[in-house]
Nanobody, 120 residues
Framework: QVHLVESGGGLVQAGGSLRLSCAAS?????MAWFRQAPGKEREFVAV????????YYADSVKDRFTISRDNVKNTVYLQMNSLVPEDTAVYYC????????????????WGQGTQVTVSS
C-alpha cells in the first residue's frame, strides 16, 4: 500500500516559480506528476524512476520544470520555473506505474492534489 501527500501549491505571477513536494509511504519504484485544468483531461507532466533516476517530461514543460527525488525521505519534487497561465491546474502526484509512465490509467496510487494558479 502506498500513500501520497502533496504540498507546495499556491498563487504565483507569470514568470515566477513554485516547488511542489510529494511525500510517499510504502515501496516506490517511480513517481510522476500529472495535472488537470478545469474542463480538461488529466495530463502527464513528468516522471522519475527511483533506480537510476531516469526522468521524462511532457513537451509542454520541458526546460521549465525539473523533477527530482530524495530516496531517503521517499519524496519527489517538481520545481516549476517560468510559469505561464496555461500551467494553472490541480497537480497530482502518482506512484508505481504498471504500464506506460505517461498514461494516467497506469497508476493506482494518487495524491489528493494541490492547486497551482498562475496569474497573468
Amino acid at each position: 500500500q502506498v500513500h501520497l501527500v502533496e504540498s507546495g501549491g499556491g498563487l504565483v505571477q507569470a514568470g515566477g516559480s513554485l516547488r511542489l513536494s510529494c511525500a510517499a509511504s510504502g515501496s516506490i519504484n517511480a513517481m510522476a506528476w500529472f495535472r488537470q485544468a478545469p474542463g480538461k483531461e488529466r495530463e502527464f507532466v513528468a516522471v522519475i524512476y527511483w533506480s537510476g533516476g531516469n526522468t521524462y517530461y511532457a513537451d509542454s514543460v520541458k526546460d521549465r520544470f525539473t523533477i527530482s527525488r530524495d530516496n531517503v525521505k521517499n519524496t519527489v519534487y517538481l520545481q516549476m520555473n517560468s510559469l505561464v497561465p496555461e500551467d494553472t491546474a490541480v497537480y497530482y502526484c502518482a506512484a508505481n506505474p504498471t504500464r506506460r509512465y505517461n498514461y494516467k490509467t497506469s497508476y493506482y496510487y494518487w495524491g489528493q492534489g494541490t492547486q497551482v494558479t498562475v496569474s497573468s
